[in-house]
């Protein structure tokens, strides 16, 4: 894939890394990373390297862990020897290593050491995309130059340097020949100067020719056209009403306080509260859906609370925030109360949650359906009263990762009709069925490292003829199974997946299902070790 940008990063830091490319790639900035764009069963090494020298810029990010990462170290050394830009985005304040120090101690730096996160993203976008605008100004320049001036025409090095062998030799500059150079040169001069005089001192016709327009020009930016700051309470009473007014790259600051009505997102806008137990905005869940964000894309929600008020405030089917097609960020927020569904994405929306807490909601903590392709990262999803996370419905691929699922009444994480997208270090303990369940005909997502405990049954349920891939997950102190594979013909894909502590066994197979049991697998059960296939 071709790409602008190599995104290095201690693996400590996959959170941050995720959350800048997904920033980088919505201003249509390409970017590689591992493990992302690693292509299996190639050199890893080898991808790494080609990946460096072909981008033109390289973002560090700068912590305590990359500070003392030898393949960071690695990484920034071959884009220091092939003279690729580095730009050192430090996220924390940890001082710069000596191996590290001998490589970035010249080298241009962005701190993003205080939120919120999406303005340091901002900063580093247009940097970028001034050094990309730099990169392919010289390039053409290169190719003019090559084209006017091809290397056939251009005569050997040691015919331009005195003295080396075939060369031209110096001549010598006489006292004689610098003398008369100044005198030519003083000479023309007065002649200008006589005829410059003649001309003012004739009479000049009135011209007889319009005057030439003058060029348009792209405007300077004006206070008009800068990014502004709407304070709530302030410029505005209402937050609403600071919405309307807002322009693209504007920014809508609500202070700590608690705010009645329904809202309806802008695109390219920033609304930031005070923090997501401090600025609480809420309806009635009668009412409607509480916040909508509909076809915008570019813009940041952050740092608020979001409620359902009312005695049916878990018993209708109107939503806290609905992201409808849009590719905003949705950060560090609280949605609790939700008549029907707490964060419902929709119609390939393709938006970033991420550190939000959804609790306490009718139906689930957060839905992607439609095609939908949702990244979710670090995110608590409690006491819902059907799921904490669900996938629903062909083309639907939402990205989840380092998410936690506890207590909700059905099942921690589900995907069902026909969902795909990866479940990646995921936490799922103590629902009421089953930690991460994969249901239905053509539901295959690949859930990777993903932790369940002590659900209700089983820790992972394949089900309804449902395929996907199971690698390399921890299930323990799960009632009944670590892992289950029911119904005919379905068929997932179990790979080094490990747990001790289930109630009855390691695996389970139903009838007419057909896992694909790989070597690797070490789970258990009190009852039974390993697989035990129902008769």
């Known amino acids: 894939m071709a790409h602008d940008v190599f995104i290095s990063y201690s693996s400590e830091d996959k959170l941050a890394a995720d959350a800048l490319c997904a920033a980088l790639e919505a201003a249509r900035i390409r970017c590689w990373m591992a493990p992302r764009n690693v292509v299996p069963a190639l050199s890893y090494s080898g991808q790494i390297t080609r990946a460096i020298k072909a981008s033109r810029v390289m973002v560090l990010i700068f912590s305590e862990h990359a500070n003392v990462s030898a393949a960071v170290l690695a990484e920034v050394e071959l884009a220091a020897n092939a003279r690729v830009h580095i730009l050192n985005f430090r996220v924390d304040a940890s001082p710069l290593g000596d191996d590290l120090l001998f490589y970035l101690q010249h080298r241009h730096w962005l701190d993003a050491l205080t939120p919120p996160m999406e303005l340091h993203h901002a900063r580093l976008v247009q940097s970028i995309l001034g050094l990309l605008a730099l990169a392919s100004s010289a390039e053409e320049t290169q190719l003019t130059t090559a084209t006017k001036h091809p290397a056939t025409s251009t005569p050997a090095l040691s015919a331009l340097v005195p003295g080396e062998a075939g060369g031209a030799q110096p001549r010598k500059f006489t006292m004689f020949r ?299 102190n799960n009632k009944e199974s670590g892992i289950a594979a029911l119904d005919l013909d379905t068929a997932p894909t179990l790979r080094d997946n490990r747990g001790e502590k289930n109630g009855v066994c390691g695996i389970f197979v139903g009838k007419g299902a057909k896992p694909i049991i790989e070597p690797g697998n070490n789970l258990a059960g009190r009852k039974f070790r390993g697989v035990y296939r129902e008769r």
């Open 178 to 476: 610098a003398l008369l150079l100044v005198a030519l040169g003083m000479g023309a001069i007065t002649a200008i100067l006589i005829w410059i005089a003649g001309r003012s001192s004739a009479p000049q016709p009135a011209p007889t020719f319009a005057p030439k327009p003058i060029a348009a020009t792209t405007p300077l930016a004006t206070p008009e056209s800068s990014p502004r700051t709407l304070l709530v309470p302030g410029t505005y009473s209402k937050i609403q009403a600071a919405i309307d007014a807002a322009r693209s790259g504007d920014t809508v600051k609500v202070a700590a306080g608690t705010y009645t009505g329904k809202l309806e997102f802008k695109d390219g806008i920033n609304l930031i509260g005070a923090g997501m137990d401090q600025t609480l905005v809420r309806c009635g869940a009668a009412e409607g859906d509480l916040f909508t964000v509909r076809s915008c894309s570019a813009g940041v929600i952050s740092d608020m609370g979001f409620e359902h008020t009312g005695e049916n405030k878990t018993t209708n089917d109107y939503d806290l925030v609905w992201l409808d097609a849009s590719a905003v960020k949705l950060l560090r927020c609280r949605i609790r109360h939700s008549g029907h569904v707490g964060i419902f994405c929709t119609a390939g929306d393709q938006s970033v949650v991420q550190d939000c807490e959804v609790s306490g909601c009718g139906f689930s903590g957060i839905i992607v359906r439609s095609g939908a392709k949702t990244t979710l990262l670090h995110n608590r999803c409690e006491n819902n009263t059907d799921v904490g996370i669900g996938a629903d419905g062909a083309d639907t691929s939402p990205t989840l990762t380092r998410n936690e699922a506890r207590g909700n009444t059905w099942a921690g994480i589900i995907f069902q009709k026909g969902a795909g997208g990866t479940a990646e270090a995921n936490l799922c303990e103590n629902n009421g069925e089953a930690g991460i369940q994969v249901t239905g005909e053509g539901t295959a997502p690949t859930l990777t490292r993903n932790e369940a405990r002590g659900n209700t049954l089983s820790g992972i349920v394949f089900a309804g003829s449902a395929g996907g891939t199971a690698e390399a997950n921890l299930c323990e």
